[in-house]
C-alpha cells in the first residue's frame, strides 16, 4: 500500500504501518483507523481496496511528509530572520527551548565532544 509516495511495510500491523509517514503518529494513526472504520490490528497486506481508499483519503486531509517539511523549514528559518532568540540557537546549533548545556545536549552539539575527567593529574606508582 502506498500512501503519497510512501510504501507502508507489508506485515506490521496498520496502526505501526502509518506511522511510516512522516506527520503521522501513533494518535493519528488511531484518529485515521477509526474514522475510516479498520481494525487496528489488521496487517497492511490484508487491507482491502475499500479501506485502502478510505485511510488514502483521510490521510490527504493533514498536512504529511515533504508539505510538513518545508513549512518546519520555513517556521525556523522566519525565526532567523526576525532575529529572535530561538533563531540564534538554530543558527548556532544549540538547544532552542532552554535546556542546559554544559553537561547535556551531545545530540543537538554531537557526541564527540566528551569530556576528560576532573582535569586532575593522576599520579602514578613507580
Known sequence: MRISGITLPDNKRIEIALTAVHGIGRARAHTILNEAKVDH???????SEAQEGA??????????????????????????????????????????KGQTTKTNSRTVRGGGRKTMGSGKIKVTKK
Open 41 to 47: 490490528g489488521i496487517k497492511s497486506k490484508d487491507l
Open 55 to 96: 485511510i488514502r483519503s483521510l490521510v490527504e486531509n493533514y498536512t504529511i511528509e515533504g508539505d510538513l517539511k518545508r513549512s518546519k523549514q520555513a517556521d525556523i528559518k522566519r525565526l532567523m530572520d526576525i532575529g529572535s532568540y530561538r533563531g540564534s540557537r538554530h543558527r548556532k546549533g544549540l538547544p532552542t
